[in-house]
């Protein structure tokens, strides 16, 4: 019985340990954007996490760039970045007016976000050499879950064709992944080579 009790309990701390770490993305980072945060072997000024969630990976950044921000529209999320080097910024990414405008950045980061109306200026944040590092689900993945909407899903080649001719694409990927977990994932790293 007591047993039985414990392991109910144990269950529940499991659970909601789950359910925070899937809420507010503090699970750990992504294998792909470590190695490509790695492979940028050239000092770095500035850098930004689009929807940083808890800032998973603003922490990479901030071993990489001296000029941190994590931007993203959950205010409660400003708790994690306390004490560490990132700077938090609580704007809404999808208003209308995009909200960071004449911003740029050696290292643009997104991952597990997208805003189809707001793409073509999130890409404007890359500055002149910088890097957009993009990994978030494709289309296809409604067959493995969420997200399913196709305005979360990104479409083969539509990162590639975003950024247009004036990023080097360095690595790009669309297709099944097992791992963390069956889904099916876009990937692109370029780094612009025209301003
Ligand atoms: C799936 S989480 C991804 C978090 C993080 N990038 C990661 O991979 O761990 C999506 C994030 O987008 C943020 N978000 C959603 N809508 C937003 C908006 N309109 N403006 C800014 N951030 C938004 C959410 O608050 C959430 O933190």
């Known amino acids: 019985m007591l ?9 529940f701390g499991v659970l909601v340990t789950s359910v925070i770490n899937n809420v507010h993305g503090n699970s750990a980072p992504s294998e792909w954007i470590k190695a490509k945060l790695e492979s940028i072997n050239h ?4 850098a930004v996490d689009i929807a940083s969630g808890a800032g998973r990976h603003s922490l990479l950044l901030a071993d990489k760039a001296p000029n941190v921000t994590a931007v993203d529209g959950n205010p409660e999320l ?4 306390e ?6 910024q609580c704007l809404d990414l999808e208003k209308e007016d995009w909200p960071m405008s004449g911003d740029t950045f050696d290292v643009v980061l997104v991952s597990n976000y997208l805003y189809r109306p707001h793409l073509r200026s999130l890409i404007g944040l890359v500055g002149p050499n910088g890097y957009l590092i993009y990994e978030t689900f494709g289309v296809g993945n409604e067959r493995f879950g969420k997200p399913s909407n196709p305005h979360f899903l990104l479409r083969p080649e539509e990162l590639e064709g ?3 001719n004036g990023f080097m694409i360095l690595d790009e990927f669309f297709g099944e992944v097992t791992n963390p977990h069956p889904a099916v994932r876009a990937r692109l790293f370029a780094q612009r ?3």
Do not use: A, H, L, Q
Request: glycine residues 6%; hydrophobic residues 40%; proline residues 7%.
């Open 83 to 88: 004490n560490t080097p990132v700077r938090f």
């Open 43 to 46: 000092p770095i000024s500035s």
């Open 193 to 195: 080579v025209e301003s």
């Open 3 to 11: 047993d039985r009790g414990i392991y109910r309990w144990w269950f």
């Open 78 to 81: 400003f708790k994690y970045f």
């Open 162 to 164: 975003s950024v247009g």
